[in-house]
């Protein structure tokens, strides 16, 4: 496709998760940079789980060509600092011994996609298109790039509208863009298009790719390898049925996972089950159970990252075990390339399911007897009743409208065949008439009044993200009439973001004792009113910072913002936009919440009773 057309393109690639799509990326800039003189290779990904794992497959592939080149790679999101081979690559210029240079001045925020090669989050990309403080840096660093948008079904109507923003942009500074999902709808799809400037295109049977040029839209159809059939399990919400489900699924032998949307869900079913993994001689003493979530400080979180990809990632440096159980978040199904014999999950929407089902068999392995066939077990997906949104809180994660027509559709299937039933279940959740041919009243109802509420949720994202994005297409003159912004811990006037959602506050656990703050129980303390402004504080300064984690509760937040500011903080650039969150013998009290740091859970929270506040 690429020798039938000359300059830069888009090119939208659908397959099935696994199939090896992050590879064609890598291999297409090769091929786009040789032709067109791009500058380098920019990789976004949604989140800083998915871009740490990310810029080591990239790192390798890039080495693989020539293992004595010279790189400048960034690994570049708000978490960045906290990875430890970037501290390991600062400074490193001048030793002639490294084949990587990552300089100091290169890890300063806005700095990192001036770098030849990059891999991190959308929303360092992002920002390139808001009106922020020097976002013509971000510009400038992205022009000439092949820039690769990786899961771009996972957003919402907002980021998705920024997303288009980038595409004009990028357009115009002459980058050629891969965009790679295994779960598009055929609106996002079209409105990608119509960004680059490039309507319509043929009419292309899944798996498929895209390519938009100058002189139009190429289309070809890839066979992809066949999977076996994936037998769908309905089971109730309740944690009891998932803990009964899990235990059975372990009794055969093997890996599983329970993908749940809370981490209240997480931590709560992994304390149910524990106890009886202990006590359940029948499973015997081998069993591992695993949890793995956002609200772990960053470091702690990084380590159980890790973890994660031993046990059930691919290659040598993999230690799977003989029967294991990991309870986890949204964290694992994207960009992660970890393989279950059995797996459990809460319902999502239809294309996030089809994306956890895709960690299921997804190596080529010998599995055991009892998982040889692959079982999806949903719960909410029970046929007898609609599934419960406000007690499991599923209704706050997502949008009810497309839970409700992810439960009718594709929950009314027994048997999913992919990859052929994947583009057939997401059209028909996304763009499919919900009212046609129904009959359910009950169901009719509550549908009405879902896609009332959504509609005007994707109307009023849609205005916001037109309201703050930069038009690439605009007049000089009047390019700029929209309100300058802040990026948080920029200033305090008008905030913008990236994506939509709860406010968050970056925050470190510290532990508060009479000598002062400690980070573990077995630390030197420190003193929380003293600067940290000498060469020697640096080294605790760096530690404090890799203990840091986003919450997003609001009451919470609202205490934590409104403390005095710590003076060990506020004197030093790298922690001045973290707040302390101190504990005394794990506990953390404000008026109606009490907030425990635990090893093993991590951060949990605990609505006081009404005599306890």
């Given amino acids: ?36 003189g791009h500058r380098g290779l920019y990789v976004a990904l949604p989140t800083q789980a998915t871009g740490n794992a990310m810029f080591d497959r990239t790192l390798t592939f890039l080495k693989s060509f020539s293992p004595d080149i010279r790189l400048d790679i960034q690994l570049a999101h708000g978490g960045a600092m906290l990875d430890e081979r970037i501290h390991q690559l600062r400074g490193v210029n001048d030793s002639t011994s490294e084949s990587i240079s990552s300089s100091a001045w290169f890890s300063q925020r806005k700095r990192p996609l001036l770098s030849p090669y990059g891999v991190g989050t959308i929303d360092q990309a992002l920002f390139a298109t808001l009106h922020v403080k020097h976002h013509f840096v971000r510009l400038w660093g992205l022009a000439n790039r092949v820039v690769v ?94 803990a009964v489900f899990a235990l059975e699924g372990l009794s055969g032998g093997g890996c599983g996972v329970v993908i749940v949307n809370t981490v209240q869900r997480a931590q709560s079913l992994y304390s149910m089950l524990k106890p009886q993994l202990r006590l359940g001689e029948a499973l015997g003493k081998d069993v591992e159970l695993l949890l793995f979530h956002a609200r772990y400080p960053a470091d702690e979180r990084s380590e159980r990252e890790k973890l994660v990809l031993n046990q059930f990632g691919r290659g040598e440096k993999a230690q799977r075990p003989a029967r294991a159980l990991l309870i986890a978040t949204q964290v694992v199904e994207q960009s992660l390339d970890v393989d279950f014999d059995f797996m ?31 079982r ?35 929950g009314a299937e027994a048997i999913w065949r992919l990859p052929e039933d994947i583009d057939r279940l997401v059209q028909a959740v996304y763009s499919n008439d919900p009212f046609e041919a129904e009959e359910r009243k009950e169901y009719l109802e509550t549908l009405d009044q879902a ?3 959504h509609l005007a949720q994707v109307q009023e994202q849609r205005q916001r993200a037109m309201n703050v994005a930069l038009d690439a297409e605009a007049e000089l003159s009047n390019a700029y009439d929209k309100p300058r912004a802040n990026e948080e811990g920029d200033g305090d006037g008008l905030q913008v973001v990236t994506r939509l959602g709860e406010t968050s506050l970056a925050v470190v656990p510290v532990l508060a004792g009479e000598s002062g703050w400690r980070l573990f129980a077995t630390d030197e303390p420190f003193d929380p009113t003293a600067e940290l402004d000498h060469a020697s504080d640096h080294a605790l300064a760096h530690r404090i910072y890799r203990r840091q984690l986003r919450l997003s509760r609001k009451d919470l937040v609202k205490a934590l913002l409104a403390q005095p500011v710590c003076a060990a903080f506020d004197s030093h650039p790298l922690l001045r936009n973290l707040r302390p969150l101190i504990f005394t013998a794990s506990i953390a009290e404000f008026d109606c919440l009490r907030v425990r740091l635990d090893p093993e859970l991590g951060i949990s929270f605990e609505t006081k009773k009404k005599e306890d506040a």
């Fill in 451 to 453: 896609l009332g509420t």
């Fill in 1 to 36: 496709m690429l020798d039938s057309v000359s300059g830069p393109v888009l090119i939208i690639v659908e397959a099935p998760m696994g199939e090896g799509k992050t590879e064609l990326a890598f291999l297409a800039h090769l091929r786009l940079q040789a032709a067109n």
């Fill in 376 to 410: 999806l077990i949903v719960a909410g997906f029970q046929r007898e009743r609609l599934p419960e949104l406000k007690e499991t809180a599923w209704g706050y994660v997502y949008d009810p409208y497309v839970l409700y027509r992810t439960w009718d559709i594709a």
């Fill in 149 to 242: 948008l990786d899961e771009v079904h996972a957003y919402d109507t907002y980021t998705s509208g920024l997303i288009e923003a980038l595409l004009r942009w990028l357009k115009a500074m002459n980058c050629s863009v891969v965009l790679m999902s295994a779960t598009l709808p055929a609106k996002r799809r079209a409105t990608f298009l119509h960004a680059w400037g490039a309507d319509g295109g043929p009419d292309v049977a899944y798996p498929r790719v895209l390519l938009a040029s100058s002189e139009g839209v190429l289309g070809e159809h890839v066979p992809c390898r066949p999977l076996t059939p994936i037998v769908v399990v309905c089971i109730p919400e309740n944690l009891e049925d998932l």
């Fill in 344 to 374: 459990i999950t809460d319902l999502a929407p239809v294309d996030l399911l089809l994306q956890r089902a895709g960690r299921l068999h997804r190596h080529e392995r010998q599995r055991p007897a009892a998982h040889a066939v692959p």
